[in-house]
């Protein structure tokens, strides 16, 4: 597991899914709890997350997330889309040329353009199949959201050298790397599936989140490569379970929480720490 769970990060999941669309502190207090966090530190994080703009309260002490629609929660919540994400690949590349800069800066750019799949093909020259039914100026966005130094220039090239294509085809990406990590994941589900119902209540919600969290990082952070560099396979099965586990961890969370509904089974899904 390479991301920590935070007050921060709980707080901000549980409402982005709640489908009451506000939630009354006490119910936050109370899931905390089951994670290990104090009421003082729920009340703590979540007056910060107010005076930062990322929740919203009224007269009624009901909190809710301030803008639900943002670039990275669109690009997060895509997954379940599953294969409609992409398109036939026409050999073609996305590329994205970044400006000189500083180290921290290129770090930057490095984070955001690994998110939705970017490779570094050449110095400050990056690139990823294009094959996404994303359009280049809704990418561009999500980059620019995510760190991406606004001047750098994203456009869709082809006719690069056979031997350049060749290496970037068969380097760039790590794909025995990414189908161990989805068969875990999908280990992961059929395990927790097979004993879920007989946990106790409390260790029933913890599971949910943190295996549905898990699976959700994976197909997330899938660069989405064409079926010429990797099956699609691994993705769809992984996709495929995951919805149904999502289905499962959503009834858990709903005949647990006291009336709350939820759009899906809560997850992190902020990508924060990634």
């Known amino acids: 597991m390479t991301w920590k769970i935070t007050p921060k990060i709980l707080i901000v999941s549980i409402l982005h899914v709640s489908d009451n669309k506000a939630m009354p502190i006490k119910n936050m207090i109370d899931i905390g709890r089951l994670f290990g966090f104090t009421g003082n530190t729920i009340r703590v994080t979540t007056t910060r997350l107010v005076r930062d703009g990322r929740l919203e309260s ?93 001047k750098a220039e994203l456009f869709a090239g082809k006719e690069f050298h056979e031997r350049l294509t060749q290496h970037w085809t068969e380097f760039l990406w790590p794909v025995g790397e990414l189908i161990q990590n989805m068969e875990e994941a999908l280990d992961r589900i059929a395990k927790s599936k097979a004993r879920i119902h007989s946990l106790p209540a409390d260790n029933a919600l913890t599971e949910s989140y943190l295996v549905g969290t898990e699976t959700v990082h994976v197909l997330v952070k899938d660069p989405l490569l064409p079926r010429e560099m990797m099956s699609p396979q691994y993705r769809i099965d992984l996709a495929q379970a995951m919805l149904e586990y999502n289905e499962i961890g959503k009834s858990i969370w709903e005949d647990e929480s006291s009336g709350l509904f939820f759009s899906q089974s809560p997850s992190h899904m902020e990508l924060e720490g990634v």
């Open 58 to 150: 009224d007269e009624r002490g009901l909190y809710r997330i301030k803008d639900m629609d943002t670039p990275i929660s669109r690009y997060v919540n895509a997954w379940k889309q599953g294969e409609k994400r992409m398109l036939d690949w026409d050999g073609s590349w996305i590329c994205c040329l970044t400006p000189p800069a500083s180290a921290g800066r290129r770090k930057q750019n490095a984070k955001a353009l690994t998110l939705p799949g970017f490779r570094e093909g050449l110095p400050n020259f990056w690139v990823r199949p294009n094959n996404l039914t994303m359009g280049l100026s809704d990418l561009k966005k999500l980059l620019v959201h995510q760190g991406l130094d606004p």
